[in-house]
């Protein structure tokens, strides 16, 4: 067992629809998982979070239930992001008010003030007293390695699980941001409904993902293996006709098909973006480009798709997963209030 650390010391969650991130000053960033958590419906302890409980989604008996406390970037649940934050915490060895001086944790810009105060009081009820929130786009576009502390104009887009949010920034705030529910989930949904149409199979959502993750690609030339051969991925699934299990193998243009209809949203909304950003603020958009971050970064050819739907220059971070929670360490250790806490 490792030593609780001693002293107190700042903590930065982002506290995704897909991916829970911790970071913990001086120890780096501790916790990646799922934001999953599994709970014992009638006793309600924890019985797992993370990857142990999202190993458990569509096994478990009905004495557990394993629950995904935000959806589309919507807090479903706040008493079981008490207890993710909680049962993390404890496993974590930081789960004491002395040890734990700053919490920032942070949410999606479009959550409602009675969520914000919510998130707020959850930091009281774990024996945190200084908790803030602020918005993951500015986070995002922090640890993504803009500084967005120059009266110069950045737009982000983070294409989440839950939702893809557009931010344009300058000195070290949100100018304008749109959201939409149009992310990975929703992808996952579209890949497994159309199994279901097309081939007659019935697929759980992880499985879906998993194609996607295979075969996720926006452009024309498709994934290839080794060999050259174009990548396919095999789903195992229930066969609606027999009933029985059955296994089908998906092609990366069949899911190209699903992401492109998807996409015309995302699209549609960053051209919104730049049609409602002041025009001062624009011009300093196509200079600096459009940065892509979030685990939708990682789908090939967006750098292409969103260049050629908007004319401006497009930056994929290299690290899409973690910005959000790197972005926690900067605004963490930046003191000025202006550019901290409650907005
Ligand atoms: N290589 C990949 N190709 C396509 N999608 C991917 C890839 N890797 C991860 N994803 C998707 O990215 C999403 C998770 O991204 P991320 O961790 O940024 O979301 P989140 O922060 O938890 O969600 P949100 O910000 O919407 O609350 C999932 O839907 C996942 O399937
Ligand atoms: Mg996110």
Redesign the pocket.
């Known amino acids: 067992m490792s030593e609780k650390p001693k002293g107190s010391f700042n903590v930065g969650v ?1 506290l ?4 829970l991130l911790i970071y913990v000053e001086g120890r780096g960033t501790i916790f990646n998982e799922p ?1 999953y958590i599994a709970v014992d419906k009638a006793t309600k302890q924890v019985v797992s979070v993370g990857f142990d409980a999202a190993e458990l989604v569509g096994k478990v008996h009905d004495k557990v239930e394993v629950v995904k406390p ?1 959806q589309g ?1 919507v807090i479903s649940d706040v008493s079981m992001i008490r207890e993710i934050l909680n049962f993390t915490f404890d496993q974590l060895f930081v789960n004491s008010s002395q040890q734990i001086n700053k919490l920032l944790i942070c949410i ?1 810009s479009e959550i409602t003030e009675t969520e914000k105060a919510a998130i707020l009081q959850l930091g009281e009820e774990l024996g945190i007293d200084d908790t803030k929130i602020d918005e ?1 786009i500015k986070a995002a576009a922090i640890g993504s390695g803009v500084d967005i502390y120059t009266p110069s104009g950045h737009l982000v887009v ?6 893809t949010d557009f931010g344009v920034l300058s000195l070290g705030d949100v100018v304008l941001s749109k959201s939409i529910k149009v ?3 929703y ?2 949904k579209q890949i497994s409904d159309y199994v279901k149409e097309k081939h007659k199979l019935e697929i759980g959502p992880q499985t879906a ?1 998993k194609a ?2 295979a075969l ?1 690609s926006l452009t024309g030339d498709m994934p290839k293996d080794e060999s050259g051969k174009p990548l396919t991925f095999d789903v195992m699934g229930r066969d609606l006709v027999s009933g029985l299990p059955k296994k089908v193998t998906l092609e990366a243009s069949e899911i190209r098909t699903i992401l492109l209809d998807a996409f015309e949203a995302v699209k549609a909304t960053l051209i919104a973006t730049l049609e409602t950003t002041p025009p001062e603020l624009a011009g300093d958009l196509v200079d600096n480009g459009i940065i892509v971050t ?3 970064a ?2 090939k050819g967006i750098k292409d798709y969103i260049e050629q739907a908007t004319n401006v220059e497009v930056h994929i971070s290299p690290t ?2 973690t910005d ?1 929670v790197d972005g926690t360490k900067k605004l963490l250790k930046i003191n000025k209030n202006h550019y901290f806490g409650e907005f």
């Open positions: 982002d995704g629809t897909s991916n934001s935000l970037g999606p993951e983070d294409l989440g699980g839950g939702t992310a990975g989930d992808f996952d993902e996607k993750i996720a979030g685990g939708g990682k789908i899409p997963l959000v």
